[in-house]
């Protein structure tokens, strides 16, 4: 299988305007983003995709290689096949790239599954892990999901799912961690099709993988990745950074 990572990179994040350009110890965010990804040895090769000059020149000229969008996309799923459209490629891993400390474990967790999957039953595969405690089940920023009896996806959500009105049935509660494996047609076919009203409701672009049938393998992690949203995250990144 040949294997790429992809880093989709917008400029004008809503909440932290230009963070992924910001200082992180001498190094932008999204270049330490992307050496963090090629550092990993897993991926022929590793691609950051953007609709700013200023990211890709950041990244080309740093010696890596970068896409630029021709369209506007409302997802990170529907920039990345717009890149990976013509690319001889199996299996697409998204990175997200205010992440600068990829890691190789969770990454190889995600890729597993497409090893013994030779009647190609999955369609993506992601990362969950267990949260008990009640401010993070309950914290809309956290996407929850539920799973079947073969860890494949059957919702996700913002809200408390499964809703505890039993408060004794034993339930596991899984946050979603938004690291992705694609089969290359899949995002593709996401890429035809219409935003349906569970994914416009809940602002989850995987909800339209599951409403047009695709089969998504879920594997438990205990990995927490360390995002930037915020200027307090990049302040605990630089922080993590002087620490290493």
């Known amino acids: 299988m040949k294997i790429i990572a992809v880093i989709p990179a917008r400029y004008a994040s809503t909440r932290f305007p230009a963070k992924l350009m910001q200082d992180l110890g001498g190094?932008?965010?999204?270049?330490?983003?992307?050496?963090?990804?090629?550092?990993?040895?897993?991926?022929?090769d590793v691609f950051?995709?953007?609709?700013?000059?200023?990211?890709?020149?950041?990244?080309?000229?740093?010696?890596?290689?970068?896409?630029?969008?021709?369209?506007e996309h409302e997802s990170g799923s529907d920039r990345i096949a717009e890149a990976v459209a013509n690319l001889?490629?199996?299996i697409v891993v998204n990175v997200q790239g205010d992440e600068p400390f990829t890691e190789v474990a969770p990454l190889?967790?995600?890729?597993?599954?497409?090893?013994?999957?030779?009647?190609?039953?999955?369609?993506?595969?992601?990362l969950m892990r267990e949260i008990t405690d009640e401010d993070e089940i309950n914290n809309p920023?956290?996407?929850?999901?539920?799973?079947?009896?073969?860890?494949?996806?059957?919702?996700?959500?913002?809200?408390?799912?499964?809703?505890?009105?039993?408060?004794?049935a034993g339930v596991r509660y899984f946050q979603h961690i938004g690291i992705y494996a694609f089969r290359k047609q899949a995002l593709l076919d996401f890429y035809s099709l219409p935003m349906k009203s569970l994914e416009a409701s809940e602002k989850l672009e995987q909800l339209r993988y599951l409403e047009f049938g695709k089969r998504i393998k879920m594997v438990e992690t205990t990995h927490v990745g360390i995002g930037i949203d915020t200027a307090?995250?990049?302040?605990?990144?630089?922080?993590?950074?002087?620490?290493?």
């Open 27 to 44: 190094k932008t965010v999204i270049l330490r983003t992307y050496e963090a990804a090629v550092s990993t040895k897993l991926f022929d």
């Open 48 to 71: 950051v995709v953007t609709d700013s000059d200023l990211i890709f020149d950041e990244i080309v000229s740093h010696g890596g290689k970068a896409i630029m969008s021709i369209k």
């Open 88 to 90: 001889d490629v199996d």
């Open 108 to 126: 190889e967790q995600v890729l597993s599954v497409f090893k013994n999957d030779a009647d190609k039953k999955i369609d993506l595969a992601s």
């Open 141 to 168: 920023n956290n996407v929850k999901v539920v799973v079947d009896q073969s860890q494949f996806a059957l919702y996700f959500s913002r809200s408390v799912i499964p809703y505890p009105r039993d408060k004794e």
């Open 232 to 244: 307090e995250d990049l302040e605990r990144a630089r922080a993590m950074l002087r620490d290493i």
